[in-house]
């Protein structure tokens, strides 16, 4: 079989070119990032779990009308994707105060907020994401006021959705961030939700307890980041219930 085509290899994820064109394949890795890259480690099963988890979000998100990039998940690492060509905006959606905005504003962390919040980032490495409005989007032509719109909207969409899931669960959504993009059909082109939905890219707070169960174990050392990431999936029903954390065939000698 000829080697796949590596299209883009980033912190937590790798893109190949997909079977048919228009598609891509997303294989996650183990890999955690914080901090723009500062603090890097690898976690055994991470990439394994958010690509369950990002394939049950984004199978619900489809399945109520939100269009996303997910077409069907390939196997354990990979699943396949719609291709699309990603605005360059984050788009972050904050139920309760947390992280940079608690920081910034110098709220204490778990202050619900009176409704929802959305923030637009820019995607930039160099420049650390930094918070955008809509005027530096369009002025420097990142996305258009119609994008912008779209792009709020799905991201609304996202947090009922996942608010609800969560909930069910007894987890409270206290922000989450998606990258939207664009699509091609024919003539048409629409914004689709791209990229991934997993406690990567969540904040998750236990309702009753407050244990967090996102990548905040991993940037503030709060535990075992596969462990939270499972019992998410555990709760969800994505994973076998007796699912042990870090459970793989182990070769001997
Ligand atoms: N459907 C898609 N079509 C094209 N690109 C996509 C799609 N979904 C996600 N991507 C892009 O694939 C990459 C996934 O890799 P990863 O999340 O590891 O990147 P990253 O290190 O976070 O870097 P980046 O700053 O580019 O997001 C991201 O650049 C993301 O924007
Ligand atoms: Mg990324």
Redesign the pocket.
């Given at each position: 079989m000829a080697r796949r085509n590596k299209?883009?290899?980033?912190?937590?994820?790798?893109?190949y070119e997909g079977p048919e064109p228009g598609t891509?394949v997303?294989y996650f890795?183990d890999?955690a990032?914080a901090y723009n890259?500062e603090k890097h480690d690898v976690i055994d099963g991470k990439g394994v779990l958010n690509n369950r988890l990002s394939e049950f979000f984004m199978t619900g998100l489809n399945a109520v009308g939100v269009p996303t990039?997910f077409i069907r998940r390939l196997n354990m690492r990979e699943q396949l994707?719609?291709?699309?060509?990603?605005i360059p905006i984050e788009v972050v959606v904050r139920n309760v105060a947390a992280g940079s905005m608690a920081k910034r504003l110098g709220i204490e962390e778990g202050t619900p907020l009176p409704r929802p919040i959305v923030e637009y980032y820019y995607?930039?490495?160099a420049l650390g994401?930094p918070l955008v409005t809509e005027e530096h989007i369009a002025a420097f032509g990142w996305a258009s006021q119609q994008d912008m719109d779209d792009m709020v909207s799905l991201a609304l969409r996202v947090n009922d959705f996942l608010s609800g899931v969560m909930t069910a669960v007894g987890i409270r959504l206290v922000d989450f961030k998606i990258?939207v993009?664009r699509?091609y059909e024919g003539d048409f082109q629409r914004l689709?939700v791209?990229?991934?939905i997993s406690p990567d890219s969540c904040r998750l707070w236990d309702i009753q307890t407050g244990q967090r169960l996102d990548k905040d174990v991993f940037r503030k050392d709060l535990g075992n980041l596969s462990d939270a990431y499972t019992e998410v999936a555990r709760r969800l029903g994505v994973m076998p219930k007796n699912a042990a954390a870090g459970t793989k065939p182990h070769l001997i000698n």
């Open positions: 299209i883009y290899e980033g912190k937590a994820k790798i893109l891509l997303q890795k890999d990032t890259a990039h994707v719609r291709a699309c060509e990603i995607k930039d490495d994401d990258e993009g699509h689709i791209a990229d991934e």
